[in-house]
Nanobody, 124 residues
Framework: QVQLVESGGGLVQAGGSLRVSCAAS????????MGWFRQAPGKEREFVAA?????????YYGDSVKGRFTISRDDAKNTVHLQMNSLKPEDTADYYC????????????????WGQGTQVTVSS
């Protein structure tokens, strides 16, 4: 079992930056694929970014955030970060981190562990 806790959400103006983090306990994160998803009110959960585990730290991004968001992991601190730059009002959502084994996936149903989410609001 792994427990995930997100932090760092908040209110930011359009064009600004924000970093959200995900801290894990219970297991080390190094063996897990880590993903970030977001969900806006009335919408389905959307893939944002993912990073491979076991030193295969390839990164993957949803089309809407490519070039603006960066996912990174610090296995020594059991933490994953999502750096968000050039934020837009349409980035407003609850952001969730998630963990799974083996292959990277963009499908939320394939992740085994989830945090409780952190809210990000981008004002225009």
């Amino acid at each position: 079992q792994v427990q995930l806790v997100e932090s760092g959400g908040g209110l930011v103006q359009a064009g600004g930056s924000l970093r959200v983090s995900c801290a894990a306990s219970g297991r080390t994160l190094s063996s897990y694929v880590m993903g970030w998803f977001r969900q806006a009110p009335g919408k389905e959960r959307e893939f944002v970014a993912a990073i491979g585990g076991w030193n295969y730290s390839s990164t993957y991004y949803g089309d809407s955030v490519k070039g603006r968001f960066t996912i990174s992991r610090d296995d020594a601190k059991n933490t994953v970060h999502l750096q968000m730059n050039s934020l837009k009002p349409e980035d407003t959502a609850d952001y969730y981190c998630a963990a799974k084994y083996y292959k990277v996936s963009t499908r939320p149903g394939e992740y085994d562990y989830w945090g409780q989410g952190t809210q990000v609001t981008v004002s225009s």
